[in-house]
């Protein structure tokens, strides 16, 4: 189990011997990526605030105490989870004010179980509906729950209760200033990691692209490989969203012109339409495959494609290395060389053509973003601007207050299985018994696919962490040597823990150990019992999520898929009515697949969501999946379409016929998909459609072609969605 746990992480750090003498550069390509980039300056800002008190403290006599101290520095910096600087400072201070009276709390309760289970019901339900204040504020009721549990773990006569409360506020203090300081050495930092991710995605996007036309495959590697195309192409959109927020957080909390986030987010927008391009070449490319075409041409696509995933990449490497390093001096040669091949209004060289427009914006960007004006003045650090209006806060918690709100069910899950597993805890007395409330407090998730993937990592997690420890404790006698291997570990975990929580509690729990110690002397014992507790605690979190008003994902599946489908049915009729001009596409259409793409996203999570739940509570997979495969190629498909914009101007007539068709049946398709009903039958589309494609045969470019293939490709999408949704 401890090995299976520590894979991942393993694979990472493993040292360069002689068999692997490539190792090393593996290792440092992976660090060198955005995503641990952000995850490796979490981990120096955690561990520097919870080790420094942890190893400093004891020299000075503060032996016990440094421990209050600790808890309190690495539950505040596990409470920062990214977000606007105002966000994140909140909850950082919300954490130093609530959580050592919620301590105190549970240091005067824990000789009473029925008021310890009071509390803790209160404190539980509180730290469920922290949800309906959005992410930042999810792990603030979390460790608001945890504190009161260490409370009621503190012997009584080895700490004050009032003093305990006090050394926990000072490490979430110090963890604060920690946290500022960092934050003015670099404040830009974290969002150009989070732009370089953009263009990650995007590299990876177009990788995707390759590999759809790398060789001939057969058709079920071609739909996984479309799987994968789609995966890649939610995963930037997520990437794009979470850049955007965060940008425009920042812009409204800094004084001075902004030139900084404004750069960022021409680079992010440009990311995004350079993403729009591949998209648009790889259904493209299913019209007519690079296999079918001349040695030369395919051989200067290959290396186009190439340099373009390569120049994305470069441009991701220099937002986090802090300095420019693209050359598009190779592409632009390839675009040439294929331009006096196949001509310009080729409808790869269009697509081409934008990709390296949008290449040349971003070079432009990143040439200020990094030239000699670069710098951070003006930023106010903390922020002190307010961004939301008054009132929002409390709006959005009474927006929660009824039964028919997820989370107001989820909190009360929460508070009835959390006040049960404290009042096991406390009234059999328990030595290690804080594991057993802890673990129920924090594998439960709203969902209950989630509850079970956490309760899986988290019992896992602890096995492993626990088996550690009890080396540690067995072997490490000396306390410097042993709190510097705990340290490691606790840097380790810090990295992971967002990504991998199975893995991060492992190498967390040995640290947790230490500062909770209260142990029997034979530290075996001590692990075979928090084990127990732990599975103990997982079970109790299991139960209560299955039993305790669940709402199962097939409730909600239904609406997301119809509201993607809606999305794209607003897409497909702004890119239609663009399609009977011959100008350029208007600036609209980019808010309307943007919308789009946000909607397929958001459906395919719930289907992802509805596979990790129970067989019996799934309901009819195939048919949820089929409508998830055709929104997704529907809105490839008018992706590609979209691009094709100006290069011909159809009958104005003639797709405005089979744009109402499509509209029609796609609402019914909709209507049908929210009310688990079949749809009325499907309008024809052969005569809009067939005089549309006689007006392209007439044209003489490249591009007729294209767009005809593009406008068959969308009806018999529309067309594969209307069957899918006729056999639920």
């Known amino acids: 189990m401890t090995a299976r746990i520590m ?77 606007s600087y105002r966000n994140r400072l909140t909850a950082m201070a919300l954490n130093m004010v609530l959580s050592p009276c919620s301590l105190f709390l549970g240091t005067q309760a824990r000789a009473t179980w029925w008021l310890a289970t009071l509390l803790m019901l209160c404190i539980a339900f509180g730290s469920g509906l922290a949800r309906a204040f959005g992410p930042s504020a999810t792990p603030l009721g979390l460790f608001v729950g945890i504190a009161f549990l260490i409370g009621t773990h503190v012997p009584a006569g080895q700490t004050a209760p009032v003093q305990a409360a006090a050394l926990y506020c000072a490490g979430a203090m110090w963890t604060i200033a920690v946290t500022l300081i960092l934050w003015r050495l670099r404040p830009f930092k974290r969002l150009e990691q989070e732009v370089a991710a953009v263009w990650e995605s995007t590299a990876g996007l177009i990788s995707a692209m390759r590999a759809l036309e790398a060789k001939r495959v057969t058709v079920v590697k071609r739909r996984r490989l479309e799987r994968l195309l789609a995966k890649r192409h939610h995963e930037l959109r997520e990437t794009v969203e979470a850049a955007r927020n965060s940008l425009g957080s920042l812009r409204a909390e800094i004084s001075g012109p902004g030139t900084t986030t404004a750069q960022l987010m021409i680079l992010v927008r440009a990311g995004s339409r350079v993403a729009q391009a591949s998209v648009a070449l790889a259904e493209m490319h299913l019209h007519k495959s690079q296999h079918d075409r001349p040695s030369t041409e395919r051989r200067l696509l290959q290396a186009i494609a190439s340099e373009w995933e390569q120049a994305c990449r470069a441009i991701a490497t220099s937002l986090l290395k802090g300095r420019l390093q693209v050359s598009l001096d190779p592409m632009r040669s390839t675009l040439k060389n294929l331009t006096s091949l196949l001509g310009g209004t080729h409808p790869d060289m269009m697509a081409f053509a934008q990709a390296v427009r949008n290449l040349e914006t971003a070079e432009e960007a990143a040439n200020t973003l990094f030239g000699s004006e670069h710098h951070a003045t003006g930023v106010l650090l903390p922020p002190l601007t307010r961004t939301t209006p008054p009132g929002k806060a409390l709006a959005a918690l009474r927006a929660q207050l009824g039964w028919q709100s997820a989370i107001f069910r989820h909190a009360l899950r929460v508070a009835v299985a959390s006040a049960s597993a404290t009042a096991i805890m406390i009234k059999l007395q328990l030595p290690h018994g804080l594991w057993l409330p802890m673990t129920t407090l924090v594998v439960l998730q709203p969902e209950f696919g989630g509850t079970l993937t956490r309760a899986l990592q988290r019992t896992a997690g ?98 997301q898929m119809a509201r993607a489908i809606r999305a794209n049915r607003t897409y497909l009729s702004g890119v239609f009515g663009a399609l009977s001009s011959s100008a350029a596409a208007p600036a609209s259409l980019g808010e309307l697949r943007r919308q789009a793409e946000i909607a397929a996203g958001n459906a395919e999570a719930a289907f992802q969501r509805l596979l990790a739940e129970p067989r019996v509570q799934r309901g009819r997979i195939t048919p949820a999946f089929a409508v998830i495969t055709y929104i997704q190629r529907l809105e490839r498909h008018l992706i590609a379409l979209a691009g094709q914009i100006g ?30 009903c079949s749809p009325p039958p499907c309008p024809a589309f052969d005569q809009p459609l067939g005089r549309l494609r006689e007006a392209l045969a007439r044209e003489e470019t490249e591009s007729g072609g294209t767009v005809a293939f593009l406008l068959g490709r969308v009806v018999t999408d529309a067309t594969s969605l209307h069957v899918a949704a006729t056999s639920k």
Request: proline share 5%; hydrophobic share 55%; glycine share 8%.
């Open 647 to 676: 290069a011909v101007a159809l009958p104005a007539k003639d797709v405005l016929a089979l744009s109402r068709r499509l509209e029609i049946a796609l609402e019914d398709v909709a209507a049908a998909v929210a009310q688990s």
């Open 462 to 559: 602890t096995i492993a962490g626990a088996i550690i420890a009890g080396l540690l404790l067995a072997t490490l006698h000396g306390d410097p040597a042993l709190k510097l291997v705990l340290i490691g570990l606790l840097a380790m975990a810090f990295f992971v823990q967002r990504r991998q929580h199975g893995l991060g509690v492992a190498f967390l729990t040995p640290l947790v150990v230490l500062l909770l110690a209260a142990g029997s002397g034979d530290p075996w014992a001590d692990t075979l019992e928090r084990i127990i507790d732990t599975a103990v605690g997982a079970a109790i979190g299991l139960a209560a999520g299955y039993l305790l008003w669940p709402q199962w994902e097939r409730e909600r599946v239904p609406d």
């Open 7 to 83: 894979a991942p992480w393993l694979r990472m750090v493993t040292p360069v011997t002689s068999a692997h003498p490539h190792v090393l550069q593996r290792s440092r390509m992976a660090l060198a990526r955005s995503a641990n980039r952000i995850a490796l300056v979490w981990a120096l800002r955690g561990t520097i605030a919870t080790a420094l008190p942890l190893l400093v403290l004891p020299i000075f006599g503060v032996g016990l105490a440094s421990h209050f101290i600790t808890i309190g520095a690495l539950n505040t910096s596990m409470v920062d989870v990214g977000g």
